[in-house]
């Protein structure tokens, strides 16, 4: 149960809150809806079978929050929560609607948006806040119709409610948060800002809490975390006009506003002087915010559900501390809940199912029933109750939490000076590297990964069980890579690369092989859609004691005359992607791992590779919401990308990677990276991040993507064309490259040999136009 302010009668529908998480994973323990997913996608299974496995998955999330005392009945999702607002209002884009009205199903219709069809492609794609989540951003014009198009919240919290749960709370993402995040459409007039729309979407949102309140949900969970960024005073007035309306709909739920991922600031007071009967916010990333609460006018009549244990990250939870954080809002609030800090999306489900983990990393965790546990016990003990188990969890908690110290790693971070994060002047490298490579204007590569094929997979599955022993697999992963540079080699690629036939994925295959690193078996985490990673876990100082990828891309380069690239992951997004100590600044990590990096690139120069690239996929994943924080953030990712690539020679060609974010934000800190070729995701948003670069002036090889590979959907040459022409505008042709949005790991050569030999021909015919 909850603490309730004595004496305080609380004019409020719902009933208390408790103990609480804002969301949980939803892809199933083992990948079930993934697997589900792909194979329904292939034509391989009914929609019957998807919709079985999604059921199951739910109703195993009941079972895994029981132990709560309430808890959220819509955070499940077949691709991604805000898309699944954008089916709910029916705010589908017109492309997928050729004839007017729906092709197929509702549930076509919907992965039709995410994934594209042969004559439309899918919608823009960008990360959830800072972390490694994506949505499909919504598309807005003025001309959008609006309406309830399915009542998904409603169903979901009555099979919550047919499988017993009786403490539900519906939760989807907030009306003003959904259009800020959103997009003008295609076709809007210029300067049209979605949030024009705000009156008819709120108008559905109200439509949508009466049907909720028929079907007895007493509370309901709106996000907006869009309210961590900074925000105009406009968009915060349209925060309070939707909740002033919302707050009037008679009879509905009572109404719990959300704000994770950091500091609502202003947000806060406006939400607080509404009619709303609660308010969740991230005392993990913001805990300052504890010192405001009692100061916040409105708060005495509300629910507080107080995030305290971390939902983005894998560390066990100082319990005592957090409680006795937590009781210092008690006087200030009418009601306390405790809860996880943001959905429990971000991480794994379980730890007790890693055997492999070494016990004093095992007794740091907690993955997402972990955490739930906590949070049970911190809402327990915050009426006493659960006093003795608190007591008793502190007690069995192991005493050796520190990470593992390398004095030499530390003694060489302290060492690094401004000079080793700096390089010869670009037009100093420029010309070593033309007498060197030789390449054309506009040439072509690709990003890294080529598709992994079921015998690739089989092959590393079977090394990795024991069952094919070193000299086997070193040949099967020679004979893919021999068959990829072939490929390359035929459709006419100018710089070729390996492959990645070895690599799981490209920040795990790094942490396999460097100390200070543990990596799960079942620690997947959504990315997007039936896309999951398994973030390694970074516990320890790291060090690289030997070389990790110079022997595939010697190999590599033995086939060729043509430069072939060798691939690192950079360090931001080693981070990015990994569950990261927090016991340290997250600059002194990404400069440890900066040096790890920079000895595999003398490594790689010493084995005759000329071009390099360096990703970071991840720079703006990062970015923290406020702007105020982004230099501090901004000089240690810049100063650790700096130093890993610091020491490399003028004639070694540099590139890195940045994709699926918002780069206008960080493009002089993309310009700052000082790489001597940057590729960026470009075909979705049609090139949209070629302005940003004019605006600062940006003077070095550039590759904006032709080829969206996040959609089995095959560009035409033309389109492929069509996207070159846009990008020569903007760019002169001896700088310009020609390459994909991302690596090609996920597709299958049925769709890369066609759209790679389109992309080749256009690049030729545009050179020689």
């Known amino acids: 149960m909850s603490r309730t302010r004595s004496g305080a009668e609380l004019d409020r529908r719902g009933g208390p809150i408790g103990s609480t998480v804002l969301g949980y994973p939803r892809i ?17 299974s009914p929609a019957e079978d998807l919709q079985a496995v999604a059921s199951e998955i739910r109703a195993g ?7 709560l005392d309430s808890q959220p009945t819509g955070t499940f999702s077949f691709y991604d929560q805000v898309a699944d607002v954008t089916a709910l209002l029916d705010a589908v884009p017109a492309r997928f609607r050729p004839n007017g009205s729906r092709v197929g199903s509702a549930l076509d219709e919907y992965f039709a948006m995410a994934r594209g069809t042969e004559s439309a492609p899918p919608m823009e794609m960008t990360k959830w806040f800072d972390t490694n989540y994506h949505y499909l951003v919504p598309e807005i014009g003025p001309d959008t119709q609006f309406r309830l198009a399915e009542k998904t919240p409603v169903d979901l919290y009555r099979e919550a409610v047919d499988g017993g749960v009786r403490n539900g709370r519906p939760a989807l993402v907030g009306p003003v948060s959904y259009l800020l995040l959103a997009k003008a459409a295609d076709g809007a ?3 049209f800002d979605p949030l024009r729309r705000l009156d008819e979407v709120v108008a559905v949102y109200a439509e949508l809490l009466g049907e909720l309140a028929a079907a007895g949900a007493e509370w309901v969970q709106l996000d907006e975390s869009a309210f961590v960024q900074d925000r105009s005073e406009a968009e915060l007035d349209a925060l309070r006009r939707a909740y002033e309306r919302l707050t009037s709909v008679s009879p509905r739920p009572s109404i719990l506003t959300v704000f994770s991922y950091g500091d609502p600031g202003p947000a806060l ?3 607080a002087r509404t009619d709303v009967e609660g308010v969740a916010l991230d005392l993990v990333t913001a805990p300052d915010l504890v010192d405001r609460i009692p100061s916040t006018t409105g708060l005495r009549d509300k629910t507080l559900v107080a995030g305290v244990v971390d939902g983005r990250n894998v560390w066990r939870t100082d319990l005592p501390r957090v409680l006795s954080r937590a009781a210092t809002v008690l006087g200030g609030v009418g009601e306390l809940a405790v809860s996880s800090s943001c959905s429990l999306l971000h991480v794994p489900y379980d730890v007790s199912v890693e055997d492999a983990l070494e016990p004093t990393v095992t007794a740091r965790l907690a993955f997402a029933r972990e955490k739930v546990a906590e949070v049970a016990l911190l809402g327990r003990a915050l009426t006493q109750e659960g006093s003795d188990d608190l007591r008793q969890a502190v007690a069995d908690a192991s005493t050796n939490q520190r990470a593992a110290v390398d004095e030499t790693v530390r003694a060489r971070v302290a060492a690094v ?26 040439a072509t590569t690709t990003i890294g990964s080529f598709p992994q094929t079921p015998d690739v997979r089989k092959a590393r599955a079977d090394f990795a069980a024991g069952r094919l022993d070193g000299a086997d697999y070193t040949k099967r992963m020679q004979d893919e890579i021999e068959r990829v540079v072939r490929l390359q080699e035929d459709l006419g690629l100018d710089v070729l690369v390996h492959g990645e036939p070895e690599r799981n994925d490209m920040v795990q295959y790094f942490a396999d092989t460097l100390p200070g690193f543990a990596t799960t078996k079942l620690g997947w985490v959504q990315s997007y859609g039936s896309r999951c ?10 060090s690289r004691p030997e070389p990790i990828t110079v022997e595939w891309a010697q190999y590599a380069q033995s086939l060729t005359p043509k430069p072939m690239k060798g691939m690192l992951t950079g360090p931001v ?5 990994s569950f990261v100590r927090d016991d340290q600044p997250l600059g002194v990590t990404a400069d440890q791992v900066a040096l790890a990096l920079r000895d595999e690139i003398t490594d790689l120069e010493n084995a005759g590779i000329t071009i390099i690239q360096v990703d970071e996929a991840a ?20 100063g650790s990308f700096r130093l890993a690539t610091g020491g490399a020679a003028d004639e070694t060609q540099i590139h890195t990677h940045l994709c699926y974010s918002e780069f206008g934000d960080v493009i002089d800190a993309i310009d700052g990276l000082d790489a001597d070729v940057t590729t960026i995701e470009a075909a979705r948003s049609r090139m949209e991040i070629l302005a940003d670069l004019e605006k600062v002036g940006y003077s070095r090889g550039v590759g904006p993507g032709v080829y969206d590979i996040h959609s089995p959907r095959v560009p035409t040459r033309d389109e492929i064309a069509a996207l070159i022409a846009e990008a020569r505008r903007a760019v002169p042709d001896d700088r310009l490259w020609i390459n994909p949005d991302c690596g090609l790991k996920t597709r299958g050569y049925a769709e890369v040999e066609p759209t790679l030999r389109a992309m080749v021909e256009a690049a030729v015919e545009a050179r020689n136009s």
């Open 28 to 44: 199933g323990p083992r990948r079930e809806l993934k697997k589900a997913l792909e194979s329904y996608w292939a034509g391989t």
């Open 61 to 67: 999330t009941r079972t895994d929050l029981a132990a």
């Open 189 to 191: 007039p210029e300067g």
């Open 269 to 271: 007071d406006v939400i």
């Open 417 to 442: 000076e401004s000079a080793d994060r700096s390089r010869s002047a670009y037009d100093v490298r420029r010309k070593a590297q033309a007498a060197v490579l030789g390449l054309p204007d506009l």
């Open 533 to 542: 990673v398994r973030p390694p876990i970074l516990h320890g100082d790291v």
């Open 573 to 577: 997004t080693i981070l990015a992607w």
């Open 619 to 638: 720079l703006r994943e990062l970015l923290p919401p406020r702007r105020s924080d982004w230099g501090a953030y901004l000089d240690w990712a810049v």
